[in-house]
């Protein structure tokens, strides 16, 4: 089964690739490594902002986690072609835009791991950390970076 | 002398691996690199939580960081069979859980890093990041990740 | 064109090799990859220190992340030899201590990212996080990471 199949079978649909807030790309590939940059919860014209445990619930924030993940798919599909290049999902730095008093980022980061494991089942398996800023560009809830293995080009 | 017969003579024991506060692992290995991610200052039932400059002191923040670095290991020696195969500790970031004025972060992380220069002596030394956090989950006081190289397997 | 003669073109100088503020090093270079650990606005005795959004403007703290800049390159001319080595930057990690209420983050690290492109070229675009600390060590107003490709040596 192809990662768009997997992905039409879980009813999630790639959001449009989301342009860069400033002067860089959302990825870069050296050798069999991709480095994906800080994506955010944005769908469209969707964007998920506030601070996390005063305007944002938990539930609201896992739920940014999880559109952020599939921002960062369409993007890594952009680039590839399609997701199924990706042979390992090694590490995600999740960072979660807190009001003071709230530490449950791990719960929120949860919302993309579950996501890309979901995806790319044990290759979607991978380090984190997820921890609370003091803030993210333009207050967006949460903001997520991550680092892959691709399989050599056919 | 072994890694472990190194840290017999320092005096110094491996807590018991940790288990990751949510779904992902504590480090991926692809290639000749292993990814760490956040590790926090437990040991068994001992947690240290707190904001450093209110709760916590310096030096109490500093034996969180060095604690954080013997987590580090654990998980490194359960994945690895041993600690021998560490070719290079190649970085660390670390991450304060600070109090409003609180900027001696460096000072705080290097009771991670003197731990590991002290354990692997020139193989040790890393370059580093070592920053104050808005939250770190469950409030702890530490949070640190690393990258290092293996030696190709025997 | 070298790119000595491109900072000269361009009317830079490279600041003198900041000392690393605890025990670790400025960059560590494994296969051909370069992690540099983080670097401030620094350059001999200035020093940009402040929360921004509160005692400095956005300029300022875009003017801090170009310094920093030209102190990640100083740190690796000097590891180099030359900065002719540097295949491509792929990542940078940015962060912005800030005050309450500030999160245009991208904007100031624009101001690395931006003389990462005018000195290298298309060489220098890179994939990148901008985000707000709550602390950096001895306040400084900018911390930036990086990581980039070398040619292999000739």
């Not at 559109?67 to 680039?79: G, P, Q, R, V």
């Not at 090694?90 to 719960?107: L, S």
Request: aromatic share 4%.
């Amino acid at each position: 089964m192809t990662i768009a199949d997997r992905l039409t079978e879980l009813g999630l649909m790639l959001p449009t690739v989301f342009p860069p807030a400033g002067n860089y790309v959302g990825c870069v590939i050296v050798g069999d490594i991709v480095h994906v940059g800080g994506h955010g919860p944005v769908d469209g014209d969707t964007v998920i902002c506030g601070k996390v445990g005063a305007e944002l619930t938990l539930e609201d924030a896992r739920r940014a986690a999880r559109m952020t993940a599939l921002s960062i798919l369409s993007t890594l599909n952009a680039e590839l072609g399609n997701l199924d290049r990706i042979r390992r999902i090694i590490k995600v730095f999740g960072m979660v835009n807190v009001a003071p008093g709230f530490n449950q980022t791990p719960a929120v980061i949860d919302g993309c791991s579950d996501l890309l494991i979901d995806v790319f089942g044990e290759r979607g398996r991978h380090t984190r950390s997820a921890v609370g800023l003091a803030a993210l560009p333009f207050d967006i809830a949460v903001e997520i970076e991550m680092i892959a293995q691709l399989w050599p080009e056919p």
